[in-house]
């Protein structure tokens, strides 16, 4: 079964939408902690969660302990949960090879984020894994992406037009990246390529809405994941950080149900 059948799956099982982010902020976690503290967030939104994204820089920063709270953290997800490796990799040749060989041969990922921007020679070699997926980075959702991802281009497309008509055609395993903080570029995306399976971060402490995602982008079990992380996994500081995170996670997975059914 491919990636986004295997996703769709799980969303359509639990009626989720939710993408949790396992991203642990060394301010708030120790290195000796984060393994911990993910079980524990595991363990409370993996009843609303259509899959999981870490972001492999929170734990390459703390070395090799933090690669190891890695593994120990993927081995706690549930084998029936997608998992997304957010790394972003960009490179050609023989160095995209290793990365694409390292994220789904040793991480074991579902699929990975990657950045397109430098053509099919970024990308050909995670498509290489062929029940595996990518998404490539689109309109991100950081407030400078405008810079040069809406540049226009000669053919009067802006650039990050360009890259989702150009990346969803290289393979059927391509999804794209599009921010929550820009919900008319998101709503843009879908109608250019309204197949296309969208991970959509940015919602929650990056201030984009869950209505404003399923107005622009829809409510489609694989087509569409809402990543949140701080606002799940630090919904809480105390000792009832567990129980916050699973009921940050169950509301997110809430208001997009009730979005799509405003929108029904």
């Known amino acids: ?50 899959c999981y994204k870490p972001n492999i820089a929170f734990y390459e920063q703390h070395g ?74 689109c309109r991100t959702s950081n407030p400078s992406s405008r810079e040069f991802q809406e540049r226009r281009l000669e053919n009067g497309k802006m650039l990050y037009q360009e890259m989702a008509l150009t990346a969803t055609g290289w393979s059927a395993n391509v999804g794209l990246v599009v921010g929550a903080t820009a919900p008319s570029e998101l709503r843009d995306v879908r109608s250019l390529v309204p197949a296309a399976p969208l991970l959509v971060p940015g919602v929650g402490t990056q201030g984009g809405k869950p209505d404003d995602v399923v107005l622009n982008a829809g409510y489609d079990y694989g087509k569409l994941v809402v990543n949140a992380s701080r606002s799940i996994i630090y919904a809480s500081t105390g000792a009832d950080f567990a129980e916050a995170a699973g009921k940050a996670a169950r509301d997110l997975r809430d208001e997009l149900r009730a979005a799509a059914a405003a929108r029904a």
Not at 115 to 128: E, H
Request: aromatic residues 10%; contains cysteine.
């Open 1 to 50: 079964m491919t990636f986004f059948a295997e996703l769709e799956r799980r969303s359509r099982e639990v009626d989720s939408l939710v993408c949790v982010g396992l991203d642990p902020d060394y301010k708030k976690t120790p290195v000796d902690q984060i393994a911990a503290f993910n079980k524990a967030i595991i363990a409370a939104t993996a009843p609303y969660a259509a």
């Open 64 to 137: 090799l302990p933090g690669l190891r709270a890695l593994e120990e953290t993927l081995a706690a997800i549930p084998a029936d949960i997608p998992v997304i490796g957010d790394v972003k990799r960009g490179d050609m040749g023989n160095t995209a090879e290793a990365y694409a060989r390292a994220m789904f041969e040793q991480w074991k990922f579902g699929a990975v984020t990657v950045n397109g921007y430098q053509g099919l020679d970024a990308v050909a070699p995670f498509l290489a894994y062929q029940d595996h997926a990518v998404y490539v980075l």
